[in-house]
């Protein structure tokens, strides 16, 4: 190392920066050839890996921007050679220099552009390759490459980091991915392959479709904002990955671990396809491939479909099946329970279901919960929410919170936030709530891993943001489940099933088995919340859903002889995750889904 490299050295260890630029500048002021000078230091330094060396540099070239300032001297600069500007560009130096080194020495756009190029066609895992698009991107010189030199590359091999890294955060880039994604999702995706030919002139690719696809769904989730109109090929790739994750659950699933049942699995895809022709020859399509032609029959007069409309293949395979010929039922709409299977079931006798969509029924819940004036009575309350589903891999979707239940001993609360809530006053009204059953001593909230809950309650009203932070009313039974489970497991009636089976319930479903030997029907977890009227199955299971919080404390508290231990967790929250506990049913639909789409 140079000795003035070596002072600089000293001088930068001790923080003494200001006497390093001021040497550095004067060892400019006195030389014969400052700017070879510059260069052999830069070139020297980045040929070494020692992290000092970055300060070096970072004063050099400060130091070299005030000398010429400063300086009344006209310096041209010298010609060097070639090879050594392109290796200290393209391999040495580091790019948050290059910069200050391209301005330095004059280095013209159009001759970085032609450096860059020479990279772009390594691997793109190479180090060489993510080096050129870092520089790319510290230029801004995305847009300077045409699709298929940079982004369709990376689009292709769904190089997802490379891809973020590419778009910088900036809106304008991030329109050009969706845009490019979505002319390549032209007609389902069924045209890729020829659009990468004709206008690509990309032939032989050896092509991941399934991959590529889930990247451009999750790219339009996270960026597309829902702009069906400005991007619709990606809208409709979205929704028919939906129908396939719907098919798969139909036509997959095991009749006793139902979890959709046919009334809501209809109502999902009605709302798919209604109205949408290619949406409705796909869905038919899929039905075809499961052989299913009562399932098609009845999706062709429900749409209105004449079967001339249908695509050749499928007027074919349905004149070869005769009437009544059929490999599953697909569209009963009538409620059904499978025989073999008992549900956890309430006294209805005993029990009211309020559905609460106009003020004088809300009037009646803020009645009970205040019970007239006597806001000092202690309340023990189910509480759980509902909100319709959203099929896709991210969780930045616009969901809406739909239904929250509220549940007495005797009376059992379904409140329709989605198309009454909002019309409360926020101050007197929403926030009144809020705090009576949040934040007041005098109240008990039963739960089952509110995470999720708490999560939409905030995002669709924040009136609730501020009362759920301490949390002090809630008592998640997901933490009483696990701590028991752990250490007094024989307090649950029904902590072992016979000839050692294990049970394949999860979550609250299982903690209902636990306490009373039955389960829940899920059937109507993953159904159409947003639709009014709800149906009876759609009301009982939010009722069910609720209600089984306070059995299932009386239950335990009984069986403890005291309600002091379950009390005492009170307030507490629940750990992120526990592998033997679903935490929260609504997260666990979301994480199946995922993994199908």
Known sequence: MSSLLSDLSQKLHLHNDQEAIDLAINHFNISHQPYNDLFEYLLLLSESNNNNNMNLLNCLIHSFFQWKTQSNKTIAIPHIDENLISDLILKKLPI???????EIFKISKDNLLFLLRTLIFYPLNSPSYKRALN????????????????????????????IHVYMDKKPQLEGYVLELLDYLYEGGGKKIREILSNQFNIRNLNLNKKALGKLAVRYWNILGNEQTEKYPNLSTLQHRRTLSYLIN????????EKTMSDEAWNELIEEIILGNNDL??????????????VAVRYWIAWLNRPEYTLPPWVQRYIRSKP?????????????????SIEYYKIPFEEIQIVFVDSMPGYERLLGRLFNGNNSQEELILGFDCE??????????????LSIVQIAFPNEIFLLDVLHFFHTCDTENIQKRLANRLFDDDHVTILCYGFQADASMLTASYPIF?????????????????????????????????PNNIISKEKGLSELVRLCFGKTLNKSERCSNWDRRPLRQAQTLYAAYDAYCLI????????RLQSFDYLQSLRGYKPKKSDPSVDQNDHFQTSNSVTSVL
């Open 551 to 558: 059995d299932i404390y009386n239950c335990l508290g009984n």
């Open 96 to 102: 948050k220099f290059l910069q200050d080194f391209c």
């Open 465 to 497: 943001n501020q009362v759920l932070l301490s949390g002090k009313t809630l008592l998640d039974l997901s933490l009483v489940q696990t701590d028991l489970l752990n250490t007094r497991r024989d307090i649950f009636p029904y902590s072992t099933l």
């Open 280 to 293: 409705s020859d796909y869905f038919i399509e899929l039905l075809v491939d499961k052989d299913d032609i």
């Open 323 to 339: 009437n009544n010929r059929s490999t599953t039922v697909a569209v009963d709409k009538s409620p059904k329970q499978t025989a």
């Open 135 to 162: 520089i790319i991107v510290k230029f801004n010189y995305q847009l300077e490459f045409s699709p298929d030199e940079i982004l369709l590359p990376l689009i292709l091999q769904t190089k997802d980091h490379l």
């Open 387 to 400: 909100w319709k589903p959203i099929f896709n891999n991210t969780s930045t979707s616009k969901q809406r």
């Open 249 to 256: 659950v139909k036509y997959f699933e095991n009749i006793e």
